[in-house]
């Protein structure tokens, strides 16, 4: 018991001494609204992406931020981001999704596919194609597939799905390209790992 006590305090001594001197090299407020909180990350050669809850997109560069802003716009809270050389493609979700790319050079966003109906969670890429993975549709995820080059979605051969279990939108985080194959997750009743082949 005695040195469960002086493991416990020699313990809490090293976190107090840590945490008073730990801080980070800076932080940034990317956000003036309360109400926004971040549901995306990407960096790409130093530039953080950070896609909101409210269909922003933030970049922040060292220790200054430029909002890039779509206050024109209505679009759905963003769960993904893909940071291109000379574009972000962007998943916008909501009852009905959509993919989104913004030009780095001119600063302009536009629609490239809508998704009536469905709800999508996540996407990754590898060197020639994206894969966006969302909800069951009719007892099977619903998967979809595009060149990078020409960003034309079009649907893949997914897996069927038990009731109550669903993809989830966990923030960009449940689909991972790795050495040519696709991994998405389930969660709910089920909760499974899929691996799928890119048609493309």
Request: charged share 20%; with cysteine.
């Amino acid at each position: 018991m005695k040195n469960l006590i002086i493991s416990f305090l020699f313990s809490s001594c090293v976190w107090c001494i840590w945490s008073q001197n730990f801080s980070p090299d800076f932080t940034l407020s990317y956000s003036s609204n309360k109400n926004v909180h971040a549901r995306a990350l990407a960096v790409k050669n130093g530039d953080v992406f950070v896609g909101t809850n409210t269909g922003e997109l933030y970049k922040v560069l060292a220790n200054t931020n430029e909002i890039v802003s779509f206050e024109q716009k209505s679009f759905k809270e963003f769960r993904d981001i893909i940071v291109l050389p000379e574009s972000v493609i962007i998943l916008s979700s909501g009852d009905t999704s959509a993919i989104l790319q913004y030009s780095l050079k001119d600063t302009e966003i536009k629609r490239v596919q809508m998704f009536n109906g469905i709800f999508l969670d996540g996407f990754d890429k590898n060197q020639d194609s994206i894969v966006v993975i969302g909800d069951p549709l009719d007892g099977e995820f619903t998967s979809f597939s595009a060149s990078l080059s020409t960003l034309d979605f079009h649907p893949i051969q997914s897996a069927k799905s038990f009731p109550k279990e669903a993809s989830y939108a966990a923030s960009g985080s449940t689909v991972l390209e790795q050495n040519g194959l696709f991994y998405f997750f389930s969660g709910g009743m089920k909760n499974r790992m899929f691996v799928i082949q890119d048609s493309l």
